[in-house]
T-cell receptor, first 113, second 113 residues
Framework: QQQVKQSPQSLIVQKGGISIINCAYENTAFDYFPWYQQFPGKGPALLIAIRPDVSEKKEGRFTISFNKSAKQFSLHIMDSQPGDSATYFCAASIQTGANNLFFGTGTRLTVIP | NAGVTQTPKFQVLKTGQSMTLQCAQDMNHNSMYWYRQDPGMGLRLIYY???????DKGEVPNGYNVSRLNKREFSLRLESAAPSQTSVYFCASSEPGQGGEQYFGPGTRLTVT
Protein backbone atom coordinates (compact mmCIF):
# COMPACT_ATOMS: atom_id res chain seq x y z
CA GLN A 1 0.00 0.00 0.00
CA GLN A 2 1.50 3.27 -1.17
CA GLN A 3 1.57 5.65 1.80
CA VAL A 4 2.25 8.66 -0.41
CA LYS A 5 0.49 8.99 -3.78
CA GLN A 6 2.14 11.17 -6.44
CA SER A 7 0.94 12.51 -9.79
CA PRO A 8 1.50 12.92 -12.63
CA GLN A 9 3.88 10.12 -13.59
CA SER A 10 5.46 12.30 -16.26
CA LEU A 11 5.29 15.96 -17.17
CA ILE A 12 6.49 17.96 -20.17
CA VAL A 13 6.75 21.73 -19.78
CA GLN A 14 8.01 24.50 -22.04
CA LYS A 15 11.01 26.52 -20.87
CA GLY A 16 9.75 29.38 -18.73
CA GLY A 17 6.55 27.59 -17.77
CA ILE A 18 5.33 26.37 -14.39
CA SER A 19 5.74 22.72 -13.41
CA ILE A 20 3.31 21.38 -10.80
CA ILE A 21 3.58 17.99 -9.10
CA ASN A 22 1.01 16.80 -6.57
CA CYS A 23 1.16 14.40 -3.63
CA ALA A 24 -1.36 13.08 -1.15
CA TYR A 25 -0.99 11.11 2.07
CA GLU A 26 -3.22 9.38 4.60
CA ASN A 27 -1.17 9.09 7.79
CA THR A 28 -1.85 12.22 9.86
CA ALA A 29 1.18 11.43 12.03
CA PHE A 30 3.51 12.47 9.20
CA ASP A 31 5.25 15.70 10.20
CA TYR A 32 7.97 16.18 7.60
CA PHE A 33 7.41 16.45 3.84
CA PRO A 34 10.51 16.67 1.65
CA TRP A 35 10.91 16.75 -2.10
CA TYR A 36 13.89 15.00 -3.66
CA GLN A 37 15.38 15.59 -7.10
CA GLN A 38 17.13 12.80 -8.97
CA PHE A 39 19.20 13.07 -12.16
CA PRO A 40 19.87 9.95 -14.27
CA GLY A 41 22.55 7.73 -12.76
CA LYS A 42 22.63 9.68 -9.49
CA GLY A 43 21.13 9.27 -6.05
CA PRO A 44 18.23 11.48 -4.94
CA ALA A 45 19.12 14.81 -3.35
CA LEU A 46 16.97 16.95 -1.09
CA LEU A 47 15.44 19.89 -2.95
CA ILE A 48 13.10 21.50 -0.42
CA ALA A 49 11.09 20.37 2.60
CA ILE A 50 8.16 21.60 4.68
CA ARG A 51 6.64 20.90 8.06
CA PRO A 52 2.86 21.00 8.64
CA ASP A 53 2.91 24.17 10.73
CA VAL A 54 3.25 26.29 7.57
CA SER A 55 1.19 26.32 4.38
CA GLU A 56 3.91 27.38 1.96
CA LYS A 57 7.68 27.40 1.66
CA LYS A 58 9.63 29.03 -1.11
CA GLU A 59 13.28 28.61 -2.06
CA GLY A 60 14.22 30.41 -5.24
CA ARG A 61 12.07 29.07 -8.09
CA PHE A 62 10.82 26.13 -6.02
CA THR A 63 7.73 26.35 -3.79
CA ILE A 64 5.96 23.75 -1.68
CA SER A 65 2.27 24.32 -1.00
CA PHE A 66 0.83 22.34 1.91
CA ASN A 67 -2.84 21.71 2.69
CA LYS A 68 -3.07 19.94 6.04
CA SER A 69 -6.85 19.49 6.02
CA ALA A 70 -6.81 17.91 2.56
CA LYS A 71 -3.64 15.91 3.34
CA GLN A 72 -2.06 17.13 0.14
CA PHE A 73 1.11 18.95 -0.81
CA SER A 74 2.55 20.06 -4.09
CA LEU A 75 5.77 21.28 -5.69
CA HIS A 76 5.70 24.26 -8.02
CA ILE A 77 8.70 25.03 -10.21
CA MET A 78 8.47 28.55 -11.58
CA ASP A 79 10.26 29.61 -14.77
CA SER A 80 11.15 25.99 -15.50
CA GLN A 81 14.54 25.46 -17.16
CA PRO A 82 15.97 22.56 -19.19
CA GLY A 83 18.38 21.94 -16.28
CA ASP A 84 15.34 21.13 -14.10
CA SER A 85 14.69 18.03 -16.23
CA ALA A 86 14.91 15.21 -13.67
CA THR A 87 12.75 12.84 -11.65
CA TYR A 88 11.08 14.36 -8.60
CA PHE A 89 9.95 12.39 -5.58
CA CYS A 90 7.75 13.59 -2.77
CA ALA A 91 8.10 11.86 0.58
CA ALA A 92 6.77 11.92 4.12
CA SER A 93 8.05 10.82 7.49
CA ILE A 94 7.52 10.97 11.22
CA GLN A 95 10.47 12.85 12.63
CA THR A 96 10.74 10.98 15.93
CA GLY A 97 12.75 7.77 15.93
CA ALA A 98 14.54 6.69 12.78
CA ASN A 99 12.90 9.21 10.43
CA ASN A 100 11.97 6.60 7.84
CA LEU A 101 10.89 8.20 4.58
CA PHE A 102 7.89 6.97 2.58
CA PHE A 103 8.33 7.99 -1.05
CA GLY A 104 5.88 8.70 -3.82
CA THR A 105 6.32 6.90 -7.12
CA GLY A 106 8.10 9.80 -8.82
CA THR A 107 7.44 12.29 -11.62
CA ARG A 108 9.73 12.51 -14.62
CA LEU A 109 9.89 16.16 -15.64
CA THR A 110 11.10 17.19 -19.08
CA VAL A 111 11.55 20.89 -19.80
CA ILE A 112 11.63 21.63 -23.52
CA PRO A 113 13.86 24.54 -24.65
CA ASN B 1 34.31 14.80 2.43
CA ALA B 2 32.90 12.04 0.18
CA GLY B 3 29.43 11.85 1.80
CA VAL B 4 27.87 8.43 1.19
CA THR B 5 29.80 5.94 -0.92
CA GLN B 6 28.57 2.61 -2.29
CA THR B 7 30.35 -0.34 -3.86
CA PRO B 8 30.07 -1.84 -6.37
CA LYS B 9 28.40 0.48 -8.92
CA PHE B 10 27.19 -2.40 -11.10
CA GLN B 11 26.78 -6.11 -10.51
CA VAL B 12 25.35 -9.05 -12.43
CA LEU B 13 24.46 -12.19 -10.49
CA LYS B 14 23.01 -15.53 -11.42
CA THR B 15 19.97 -16.79 -9.55
CA GLY B 16 21.02 -18.34 -6.26
CA GLN B 17 24.32 -16.49 -5.94
CA SER B 18 25.04 -14.32 -2.93
CA MET B 19 26.63 -10.92 -2.59
CA THR B 20 27.11 -8.03 -0.21
CA LEU B 21 26.56 -4.39 -1.09
CA GLN B 22 28.78 -2.03 0.86
CA CYS B 23 27.93 1.46 2.10
CA ALA B 24 29.99 3.95 4.09
CA GLN B 25 29.38 7.53 5.23
CA ASP B 26 31.82 10.09 6.56
CA MET B 27 29.32 12.56 8.03
CA ASN B 28 29.23 10.97 11.49
CA HIS B 29 25.50 10.24 11.08
CA ASN B 30 23.78 7.91 13.49
CA SER B 31 21.07 6.59 11.13
CA MET B 32 21.59 4.65 7.93
CA TYR B 33 19.15 3.15 5.41
CA TRP B 34 18.94 0.80 2.45
CA TYR B 35 16.37 1.42 -0.29
CA ARG B 36 15.57 -0.21 -3.58
CA GLN B 37 14.30 1.75 -6.57
CA ASP B 38 12.14 0.11 -9.20
CA PRO B 39 10.42 1.76 -12.18
CA GLY B 40 7.01 3.15 -11.26
CA MET B 41 7.43 2.28 -7.57
CA GLY B 42 9.64 5.01 -6.17
CA LEU B 43 12.09 4.14 -3.43
CA ARG B 44 11.13 1.52 -0.89
CA LEU B 45 12.88 1.00 2.43
CA ILE B 46 14.48 -2.42 2.86
CA TYR B 47 16.22 -2.09 6.24
CA TYR B 48 17.39 0.73 8.44
CA UNK B 49 19.69 1.28 11.38
CA UNK B 50 18.60 4.04 13.72
CA UNK B 51 21.93 3.94 15.53
CA UNK B 52 25.07 1.83 15.75
CA UNK B 53 24.21 -1.62 17.04
CA UNK B 54 20.55 -1.61 15.95
CA UNK B 55 18.84 -2.71 12.75
CA ASP B 56 15.15 -2.95 11.82
CA LYS B 57 13.04 -4.09 8.91
CA GLY B 58 11.53 -1.63 6.49
CA GLU B 59 8.76 -2.12 3.92
CA VAL B 60 10.41 -4.84 1.80
CA PRO B 61 12.94 -6.83 3.90
CA ASN B 62 12.34 -10.35 2.55
CA GLY B 63 15.42 -11.89 0.94
CA TYR B 64 17.84 -9.43 2.51
CA ASN B 65 20.00 -9.14 5.60
CA VAL B 66 21.98 -6.20 6.92
CA SER B 67 24.92 -5.52 9.19
CA ARG B 68 25.76 -2.23 10.88
CA LEU B 69 29.49 -2.90 11.10
CA ASN B 70 30.27 0.35 12.91
CA LYS B 71 28.98 3.91 12.88
CA ARG B 72 30.31 4.51 9.33
CA GLU B 73 29.40 1.29 7.55
CA PHE B 74 26.10 -0.46 6.77
CA SER B 75 26.08 -3.47 4.45
CA LEU B 76 23.24 -5.23 2.64
CA ARG B 77 23.48 -8.95 1.88
CA LEU B 78 21.54 -11.02 -0.61
CA GLU B 79 21.96 -14.65 0.48
CA SER B 80 20.33 -16.28 -2.55
CA ALA B 81 19.63 -13.77 -5.30
CA ALA B 82 16.37 -13.93 -7.26
CA PRO B 83 15.39 -12.14 -10.50
CA SER B 84 12.85 -10.14 -8.44
CA GLN B 85 15.81 -8.50 -6.70
CA THR B 86 16.96 -6.87 -9.93
CA SER B 87 16.88 -3.21 -8.96
CA VAL B 88 18.92 -0.12 -8.16
CA TYR B 89 19.95 -0.06 -4.51
CA PHE B 90 20.57 3.15 -2.61
CA CYS B 91 22.16 3.66 0.76
CA ALA B 92 21.39 6.80 2.74
CA SER B 93 22.32 8.36 6.06
CA SER B 94 20.88 11.03 8.31
CA GLU B 95 21.35 12.59 11.69
CA PRO B 96 18.16 12.65 13.78
CA GLY B 97 17.51 16.13 15.07
CA GLN B 98 19.33 17.86 12.20
CA GLY B 99 16.30 18.66 10.06
CA GLY B 100 15.47 15.20 8.76
CA GLU B 101 17.47 15.29 5.53
CA GLN B 102 18.69 11.96 4.24
CA TYR B 103 21.86 11.95 2.14
CA PHE B 104 21.95 9.33 -0.60
CA GLY B 105 24.81 7.45 -2.20
CA PRO B 106 25.18 7.05 -5.98
CA GLY B 107 23.51 3.64 -6.08
CA THR B 108 24.32 0.07 -7.11
CA ARG B 109 22.63 -1.31 -10.22
CA LEU B 110 22.06 -5.03 -9.67
CA THR B 111 20.86 -7.47 -12.31
CA VAL B 112 19.94 -11.04 -11.39
CA THR B 113 19.64 -13.42 -14.34
Amino acid sequence: QQQVKQSPQSLIVQKGGISIINCAYENTAFDYFPWYQQFPGKGPALLIAIRPDVSEKKEGRFTISFNKSAKQFSLHIMDSQPGDSATYFCAASIQTGANNLFFGTGTRLTVIP
Amino acid sequence: NAGVTQTPKFQVLKTGQSMTLQCAQDMNHNSMYWYRQDPGMGLRLIYYSASEGTTDKGEVPNGYNVSRLNKREFSLRLESAAPSQTSVYFCASSEPGQGGEQYFGPGTRLTVT
